[in-house]
């Protein structure tokens, strides 16, 4: 069974930073694209960036390029998203996903970690 | 202003079908790349409903099916149920942002 199982939210002060974090399971990691998506409250959701099996591809929204930084560590099955300069519009969940292929193209979503950008 | 457009709210009495709309354009559903559909209800996370264009995961009723045409893709209820309430999404890829897109929600009242 495929899980996604994030963590590393929280309360954090407007200017400060977070590493965000996601362990698969169920699946070869390395196989897959992954994707960070968020929903802040109220809202749609907001693709945020995307990293490719092997980590050499990497895409983020144009609007939040230059404060986001995605990675994966294929060895420990794990997608992480540093996010800096946090600010009261980054106030969402974050979801962790992972995308399809050809041969198998459904997605896999997390349960979602949130993030309160507050003083 | 979302990438794909939905309607933001349909409505619907119990059995009754209705369908929700997603207009998207070259560079992502009319370049042929897959749509997939979410409903999500308040609190949780999104569920997978429809993915590639027609296809049901495992555990969700055939009343929900999917289509695409062109540049649209619909996502079709039958037999319409109090559960059903909830916030539909549906998601594509786009060749101009070279990740995902979504459409902005369709709230389903079921009165």
């Known amino acids: 069974e495929v899980q996604l199982v994030e963590s590393g939210g929280g309360l954090v002060k407007p200017g400060g930073s977070l590493r965000l974090s996601c362990v698969g399971s169920?699946?070869?990691?390395?196989?897959?694209?992954m994707n960070w998506v968020r929903q802040a409250p109220g809202k749609g959701l907001e693709w945020v960036s995307s990293?490719?099996?092997?980590?050499?591809?990497?895409f983020y929204a144009e609007s939040l390029k230059g404060r986001f930084s995605i990675s994966r560590d294929n060895a420990k099955n794990s997608l992480y998203l540093q996010i800096t300069s946090l600010r009261a519009e980054d106030t969402a969940v974050y979801y962790c996903a992972r995308g399809g292929t050809v041969v198998t193209p459904r997605h896999y979503w997390g349960q979602g970690t949130l993030v309160t950008v507050s003083s | 202003q979302s990438v794909l457009t939905q309607a933001p709210s349909v409505s619907g009495a119990p059995g009754q079908r209705v369908t929700i709309s997603c207009t998207g354009n070259i560079s992502n559903i009319g370049a042929g790349f897959d749509v997939h559909w979410y409903q999500q209800l308040p609190g949780t996370a999104p569920k997978v409903l429809i993915y590639a264009d027609n296809n049901r995961p495992s555990g969700v009723p055939d009343r929900f099916s999917g289509s695409k045409s062109g540049t649209s893709a619909s996502l079709a209820i039958t037999g319409l149920q109090a559960e059903d309430e909830a916030d539909y999404y549906c998601q594509s890829y786009d060749s101009r942002v070279s990740g995902w897109v979504f459409g902005g929600g369709t709230k389903l009242t079921v009165v």
């Open positions: 169920g699946f070869t990691f390395n196989n897959y694209n």
């Open positions: 990293i490719s099996g092997s980590g050499s591809y990497i």
